[in-house]
């Protein structure tokens, strides 16, 4: 492979700040217009959410390197400091705008179909009794304000808690002179209360928010005393999990005793309502030793993501996304056994449903002819119908091993639970290798049929989670090609045991060969290009940030290979740079489903190959973690997938453009253009 002439190399841009990128083109969907109102108000609790994560890992990790002094790496000289004052900076205006859209555009909007947020100096007076009422036997009972004196220090906040600082005066029953004090709403309560009937205003959805009760009759926690003032505010915390898996004789009870932890890491972020007194927020800063590049003033409730519970409390479907039902392929609703033995199936959700992953396992679970299952884990949901399956297969005799990995990010509880479940009914768990997540989405069948063992997998892009399938978009392969079991079977022996690499037939596996995989074809393209052949990239994935692969673009662009990329969020790539990537064009998809799947497609010279893979083209997937590429080898399947990664190319509704500088931009639509995924759904489900 030919070197790029050092005076074309680019620096990359920044993973945070392309993460931030990507978060403002979620909140943008929360003004489009054509989009239905409650599902705009999701898209702004989605823009919020996902910066609470940026802030709990990424912002965390960044102060870290600050406090210990570590260099950012691959980052042309940009130190963490510097680029924590560019994230804060971003950040910033990001929140500001969140609460812009929400005061300036949904509330109105909201408003204008009789749906209101009652403010207090709004309160008639029918309401306010009610309300009084409410807080007298709804919230007095749990509320439990902290006075604070020597006796009383400012107690530990926690990750993400709403709580609200106090200003009061007088002299309390001792007689004190306490000037805060500190209530916590335990997260039991609910953020929006909806006033009945009798006492709304316009109709039947007039809501209130928690805050707003609170602040109205704060003065009942403090008899006796004057509460001058009433602020909320909300913390937020480092809630990356350290567990040094070298050290630890336990995974599991090491991850036990961090989880505890986890609400009381360091702090990160300091959000205030936008009227709190400077001298209060001054307080609240020094003692959570933050400073003010970690505050956040916010003009409404200080978590937006509490508004994610609002749609379902109104019945208006006229202001959601049309329901649909996933279909059921007509080959794969009965005997799947018999079904994957004549051909291979893709099943794409959401389109399609989960349903026939799920009889799979159940079918399995029941044959006595099956004799063994394997199954890998990363995230499935607390109640876990895959789970469930899994068990009812153990129960039933079957060898049952199952590949949890604890270490998936915020699912950890769940997934030790879901351990300790299924070791309960003899199944056998492992959790992967040392220093490496599994990630890879794989179930075997090993069954007996005439006299001999034959193998059934099912390979995914995405999670054995039923609700997440009704909601990302991700492919499922169900097939019992030879070749590809051996290979899935490998996989799991050596996830399961001890022993050197093993070559595999038809899989790419990281940390072994996906990557150099990767590399050598598009090595391959570029040969083809030099021979006046067909040649043509296009991979779609979550996140493009590892530097090699970069590289090996901008050397494939440099030798005329024409590159596509469809990268949802993070992606270091400058497409369209004159002498290191004119011929690389990058589009993100923001639409009514989580766009989830990698998918990678080369031309080759006419005769076109392609994979479906769990692996972003990030460090992380390549490198630290088990991750599986599969090659789609039935001709029909693959140029289906070819046809739809050619319509998200065209497609114009949803799409937005990279742009050199790192930004991006609407693509240019004309009206009434339908986005990519309204098409698939109504190919293939009939919906809408």
Known sequence: MTSSPPQVIQPFVNRELSLLEFNRRVLEQAKDESIPLLERLKFLCISCSNLDEFFEIRVAGLKQMIKLGTPLVGQDGITPTELFAEVSTRTHTLVDEQYRVLNEVLIPALAAEKIRFVRRGEWTPEQDAWLRSYFQNELLPVLSPLGLDPAHPFPRILNKSLNFIVSLSGKDAFGRNIGYAIVQAPRALPRLIRMPKEVAGTGPCDFVFLSSVIHAYVDELFPGMQANGCYQFRVTRNSDL????????????????????????????LEVAHNCPEQMSLYLMEELSLGPADLYQCHGPVNLMRLMALPDLIDRPELKY????????????????????????????PYDSFNPVLDLLRQAAKDPNVLAIKQTLYRTGAKSPVAEALIQAARAGKEVTVVVELRARFDEADNISLAEALQEVGAHVVYGVVGYKTHAKMMLIVRREEGVLRHYAHLGTGNYHPKTTRFYTDYGLLTSDPAICKDVHAVFLQLTSLGKVIKLNRLLQSPFTLAKGMRDRIEREMAHAAKGKKAHIIAKMNGLVEPEMIQSLYQASQAGVQIDLIVRSMCSLRPGVPGLSENIRVRSIIGRFLEHPRVVYFANGGEPELFLSSADWMERNLFRR???????????????????????LDDTATSWLLQQDGTYQRAPSEPGAKSVQIKLLEEITGGA
Not at 628 to 638: C, E, G, S, W, Y
Request: hydrophobic share 45%; net charge negative; aromatic share 6%.
């Open 242 to 269: 350290l567990v040094d898996e070298n050290e630890a004789e336990d995974l599991l009870e090491a991850l036990e005793g961090e989880l505890s932890q986890r609400q009381w890491g360091d702090t990160v972020r």
């Open 322 to 349: 049309t329901p649909f039902v996933p279909r059921v392929p007509k080959a794969l609703a009965g005997d799947l056994f018999a079904a994957m033995r004549k051909h291979d199936h893709l099943l794409q959700h």
């Open 626 to 648: 088990v991750e599986v590429a599969f090659p789609v080898l039935d001709k029909k399947i693959r140029e289906r997938i070819i046809d739809q990664l050619q319509a998200y």
